[in-house]
């Protein structure tokens, strides 16, 4: 048995949720004092995985050993003791505290009951000072920039001894100066020995950052790779994978007048920092023009400006040449703009309340559903019956709870509500998500339809397959920005998953010579 | 475990909180001596053993019936009123103040606007955290429980410093209002032996049918349980939940002035200080949680809080059980209806017994990893 060659070796990890498997025998070698990077695309089975290893999770079976020895990893603190250390995405820190005493916090030294802050502030100071952290032990996290509390994130796993440190998704919230000091603070701890896991979906870190990389995709191991010897392509491939594809036939787009008009449009998320930055773009009429891009780039900030769920920073979104930037969502919803949300349980459904109050949601104040303030159920029964039957929702009646419908039968009647309305515009975020291929399929019918049916489609979505499956153009958005225009014709998913990672077309054109 | 059907569940989870309750409350009784048998009798002979003692449980659950819809409209949208005890005093209060402002103005002028004034003020009072919530997101559970101090010590400026001086028989009480202002009907006292029940009765069986049409046949009942179940679909759908989160507590304000109009047109004929908070505030929180929100909960519900109330006095002259003790009976049967989770255990629903969707943070956590990862999992 190979002792020492590997600090970390995950062999055959699956981990089942029920009947699906998040994690199906994959498997991971980290060797000692390398940056190990773990791609895939969003809910690839990176996190479930990371989740294993850090103790968060039990797997359902396969076999964790450490330098070489078998250990079970049953709780966070078995990981802590273990040396395997997470820098989360999200910090777990108290802002309110300082740095040493979020760093202390759980395992606080102490003499009788009294916390010796003094030795644990001189200890993480030398640290600090050790792997070139700069962090000043006894700032308020409250007054420290995001960079740093990263680092105190950081120096928290180090003070706990950790030899081994996950990384995920690191650089989500820094600045490209901050990446740029992450990469090099990540190769300090590796030349002092540590292992660091890093995960990410973003090309040009694994490319600047890591040694070797591991590539999940569908809960699976597709491989690994020393990444010198391997293109962008060669990762973006491993990555994105060729599917299955059942393309729907569909004919050439016949373009009407413009229906939506955005112009320089900037939006900001909730804690009003900008989120898109500066698009645009139109649809015409005829066309469905496809939003690519990796989950938390704009899109979904980008979706609730065109309802009207989120105001805008600046810009303009016109709708059939009515200016509705920061309009209410009725007064969006009655210029003609139907909406599938991302979010269908959130945002699409009320759960609690039945099949038919869903189906009239957006219609319910107006006849025949109500007259003069009052509800007509009986009108609403046969609206909610018809559009079962036209849209094939299977339910046992309408007086169903639209929670305890299937996942795909949701989705049906979000459709059959939002397209029966007979909008000009129709604005679909991630259609598909979650579903069984049957229903994919008839989504996809639909919207087709629709598109041939004169209206404008804008399709937001993770799935490159649908985007290049649907789409007459693409647009791609990263970090708030258009990075490129394409058709689907013309693309490759190589270059497609390129403008996703940030490179701009110009950088992608070059890499292909 | 029983497998009974939803309906029969419905029911049968209250009932058994309210067996619990008793049971509990004749442990204590034994536990101190008392017989449980004879007190429970004395109570049942207290509240509804003659036509008086039954009218005197129709008055006392009068006001409670309109704090309880009061609650039941607001805990719809989402919305936790502790407030209904200030809201129901501004209405006891404004309709003291007009009656006696006009006492010579015939009834059918006098009383619907005396009434009137008092639904008003309630609004007003319930409007105010609405308003709040909406705009600013302040929390209705600290904005209402002060709310109740204010309208508490306002009530006493009012009368001592505010109302004309001729309006008062002392600095702790108002003149009785007039005959025109009185919900107070001879026909109904007398066919109760000349007890205080009033009119108001009939306005409460009024108000529970117009608040059941609003909430389950109106447009706005329809906005305020969507934006109460969940108010980001009901934005995306294009309702407003600001306006719908005021209008629910106006109509929950109306309703708790009119509970203060019941105990001041009705019960009392005048305003008195008060030294705490209207304690027909906080049980009708519990008569429409015991009640589950509908109208006809409420109504049973409210008759049952009355029984205790009007019998607990009953226990004590009867059977010599200190009223604390009934207080006690009264606080496990709340307790068993708050814990009825652990019951409804009891009585697992037949019609839906394998599809019920996890409940626990934990378990939609794996959901929604599960739905990421079948995403991710066909790119």
């Given at each position: ?23 199906d ?38 076999q ?12 966070p ?29 759980g ?23 050790r ?20 680092r ?14 996950i ?104 804690r009003g ?8 773009f139109?649809v ?48 969006i919803?009655?210029?003609?703009v ?10 699409g ?23 003069h ?118 693309t ?22 | ?49 003659s ?59 006098l ?18 955290p ?150 027909i505030?906080?049980d ?7 009640g589950g ?31 604390e ?55």
């Amino acid at each position: 048995m190979a002792n020492s060659e590997y600090v970390i070796e995950m062999r055959k990890i699956t981990k089942a949720f029920g009947a699906f498997k998040a994690n199906d025998q994959v498997d991971l070698q980290v060797r000692p004092g390398e940056i190990h990077a773990l791609l895939g695309e969003n809910g690839a089975g990176k996190s479930t995985l990371m989740n294993v290893l850090s103790g968060l999770l039990e797997p359902t079976s396969g076999q964790i050993y450490l330098n070489g020895k078998p250990v079970k990893i049953d709780s966070p603190n078995k990981a802590n003791s273990l040396g395997i250390g997470m820098v989360h995405q999200h910090f777990m820190l108290i802002d309110a505290f300082t740095v040493t005493e979020n760093i202390i916090l759980g395992s606080e030294p102490n003499r009788g009951g009294v916390i010796n802050i003094h030795q644990a502030e001189k200890d993480i100071q030398e640290l600090s000072d050790r792997y070139n952290l700069d962090v000043d032990p006894t700032a308020k996290v409250a007054d420290i920039s995001v960079g740093m509390q990263q680092r105190a994130e950081i120096l928290k796993t180090l003070y706990r001894g950790a030899n081994v440190l996950i990384f995920d998704e690191p650089t989500a919230v820094l600045t490209p100066q901050e990446i740029e000091e992450l990469i090099e603070i990540m190769k300090n701890l590796v030349k002092e020995g540590k292992s660091i896991i890093l995960i990410t979906h973003k090309l040009s870190e694994i490319r600047q950052a890591a040694d070797r990389c591991t590539v999940i995709r569908r809960g699976k191991t597709i491989g690994t790779v020393e990444v010198a010897g391997a293109s962008s392509e060669d990762l973006a491939t491993m990555m994105v994978g060729h599917s299955v594809t059942f393309k729907i036939p569909k004919q050439p787009a016949k373009l009407g007048p413009t229906t939506l008009q955005v112009k320089d449009l900037h939006v900001n998320e909730n804690r009003g920092i900008p989120a898109v930055k500066g698009v645009d773009f139109s649809v015409k009429s005829g066309e469905i023009l496809g939003i690519a891009g990796i989950d938390g780039n704009g899109q979904t900030e980008l979706i609730e400006a065109l309802t009207g769920l989120r105001k805008i920073v600046s810009g303009e979104i016109l709708i059939k040449n009515h200016e509705r930037a920061n309009a209410a969502p009725r007064k969006i919803t009655e210029t003609g703009v139907a909406h599938v949300p991302e979010d269908r349980q959130k945002y699409g459904l009320v759960l609690q309340l039945s099949l038919a109050e869903n189906l009239a949601l957006q219609t319910y104040y107006r006849a025949p559903i109500s007259e003069h303030g009052f509800l007509d159920y009986g009108k609403m029964r046969e609206h909610a019956k018809r559009l079962i039957k036209e849209y094939d929702i299977r339910t046992t009646n309408e007086q169903l709870r639209a929670g305890e419908l299937s996942g795909g039968n949701q989705q049906k009647a979000i459709i059959a509500r939002e397209l029966d309305r007979d909008a000009d515009l129709i604005i679909v975020a991630q259609p598909t998500r979650g579903l069984d291929v049957g229903a994919i399929e008839y989504i996809h019918r639909q919207l087709i339809a629709q598109r041939d049916a004169g209206k404008a489609v804008l399709l937001i979505s993770f799935e490159l397959d649908e985007i290049m499956n649907l789409s007459d153009r693409i647009i791609v958005l990263h970090d708030g920005k258009i990075a490129g225009e394409v058709r689907p014709e013309t693309t490759t998913e190589q270059e497609l998953g390129l403008l996703m990672a940030g490179q701009t077309q110009a950088e992608t054109a070059k890499e292909e010579i | 475990m029983i497998k009974v059907n939803s309906t029969t569940r419905k029911i049968l989870i209250p009932l058994f909180s309210i067996l619990a309750g008793f049971l509990v409350g004749a442990i204590i009784m034994l536990f101190y001596s008392y017989n449980p048998l004879q007190a429970y009798g004395s109570m049942i002979q207290g509240s509804l053993g003659s036509s008086v003692s039954i009218g005197e449980t129709l008055r006392q659950a009068t006001p409670l019936i309109f704090t309880a819809l009061g609650f039941s409209v607001a805990n719809s949208a989402g919305f936790f009123n502790i407030g209904l005890s200030g809201q129901a005093l501004a209405g006891w209060v404004a309709s003291i103040w007009v009656a006696l402002a006009f006492p010579n103005l015939p009834t059918f002028v006098l009383l619907p606007l005396a009434i009137i004034a008092g639904a008003l003020a309630g609004a007003i009072m319930g409007a105010i955290p609405g308003f709040l919530r909406a705009f600013f997101g302040t929390s209705e559970v600290i904005v209402t429980i002060m709310l109740n101090y204010v309208a508490l010590y306002l009530s006493t400026y009012l009368m001592q410093d505010v109302m004309p001086a001729h309006f008062r028989t002392s600095q702790d009480a108002t003149k009785m209002i007039s005959h025109h202002a009185t919900l107070h009907v001879d026909w109904l006292s007398h066919m109760f032996g000349d007890s205080r029940v009033h009119f108001g009765l009939f306005l409460a069986l009024i108000a529970l049918v117009v608040v059941w049409v609003i909430m389950k046949k109106t447009t706005l009942g329809f906005e305020i349980r969507s934006v109460g179940l969940n108010p980001f679909a009901s934005e995306y759908a294009g309702m407003s939940s600001k306006k719908t989160i005021i209008m629910s507590m106006v109509i929950s304000g109306t309703l708790a002035g009119l509970g203060g109009v019941m105990e001041g047109l009705g019960t009392y004929q005048n305003f008195f200080i008060q030294t705490a908070s209207m304690s027909i505030g906080f049980d009708g929180m519990a008569v429409s949680l015991l009640g589950g929100g509908s109208s006809l909960g409420i109504l049973l519900s409210a008759l049952l809080f009355s029984i205790l109330q009007i019998g607990g006095l009953g226990m004590q002259t009867g059977a010599g059980v200190p009223f604390e003790i009934v207080s006690i009976v009264t606080a496990s049967i709340i307790f068993f209806v708050g814990i009825d989770y652990v019951i409804s255990k009891l009585f697992k629903n037949k019609d839906n017994a394998n599809k019920e969707l996890p409940k626990t943070p934990i378990a939609k956590e794996v959901v929604t990893e599960e739905k990421d990862a079948q995403e991710g999992g066909r790119l």
